[in-house]
């Protein structure tokens, strides 16, 4: 039992402790007594969930917070590096064991292990809205500013060790605001675009599928429901689940 502190994110298993977060410290807690055996301070709070590494000692934490990265051995809280960083929204590992930090208008890739920046890109005009890791790619579902050509769009950008972020496609989504959860099935990748505008229903979601290597657009699953979105998509083998709001 782990009292006196407020939580902000789901308790998350770190090797043979808990891990939790507060408005000001990421707590590490022994998963078999609860007991606090290591707080590492974040003052402001974090402004992204930590992403959990690999390694000796238990493994890494990586922790975004004013504007930088700081990486903390697990075993007794030591800062292996500290780097500059916009506000950073999300952080995902990977296949290449780099760390991937993204902001609304910006992504970087830095070495998991020095910190080092390997690349960066800037999205002129366009807003981060989600991401997922599939492999050696990055897909991106980009919210385009009023007025911006090509409209709301799903960047694919190579994570290729060596790379320095290529964009390999780029496809439009041609439905309102949202490009969240892009997700690989197959060689199909899915997102939701959000409410289709030319469906004279009104409130239809709009789930389209690309191919994952060119971005041609495959297909698309129109949905209608009296309430809610899409709240999650899933993947379950080659199966796509989607769970609405409510």
């Not at 930590?50 to 051995?73: D, H």
């Not at 807003?127 to 960047?155: F, I």
């Not at 971005?215 to 979105?229: F, I, K």
């Amino acid at each position: 039992r782990i009292s006196g502190e407020t939580f902000r994110e789901p308790l998350k298993a770190a090797g043979a402790d808990v891990l939790a977060q507060t408005s000001d410290a990421c707590l590490l807690n022994a998963r078999e007594t609860g007991q606090v055996r290591l707080r590492i301070q974040t003052p402001g709070g974090l402004t992204a969930p930590p992403l959990l590494l690999g390694g000796e000692g238990g493994g890494r934490l990586v922790l975004p917070y004013r504007n930088r990265l700081t990486c903390v051995r697990l075993a007794d809280g030591k800062v292996l590096w500290e780097a500059k960083s916009g506000p950073t929204s999300r952080l995902s590992a990977t296949t290449t064991g780099a760390v991937l930090a993204a902001g609304e208008h910006d992504l970087a890739v830095l070495n998991a292990a020095t910190g080092d920046l390997a690349w960066s890109l800037a999205f002129s005009g366009m807003s981060l809205a989600d991401l997922s890791v599939e492999e050696d790619t990055a897909y991106l579902g980009m919210t385009a500013a009023p007025g911006t050509e090509g409209g709301d769009q799903l960047l694919a950008v190579s994570l290729k060790e060596g790379g320095k972020g290529e964009v390999l496609w780029k496809a439009p989504l041609d439905a309102e605001a949202s490009c969240r959860r892009p997700l690989k099935i197959g060689r199909l990748v899915a997102v939701d675009a959000g409410r289709d505008p030319s469906d004279p229903r009104g409130g239809t979601n709009a789930i389209r599928f690309l191919d994952a290597k060119t971005g041609r657009r495959e297909g698309s699953l129109m949905l209608s429901w009296n309430r809610g979105r899409v709240r999650a998509l899933r993947r379950a083998g080659p199966l796509l689940i989607l769970e609405p709001s409510s």
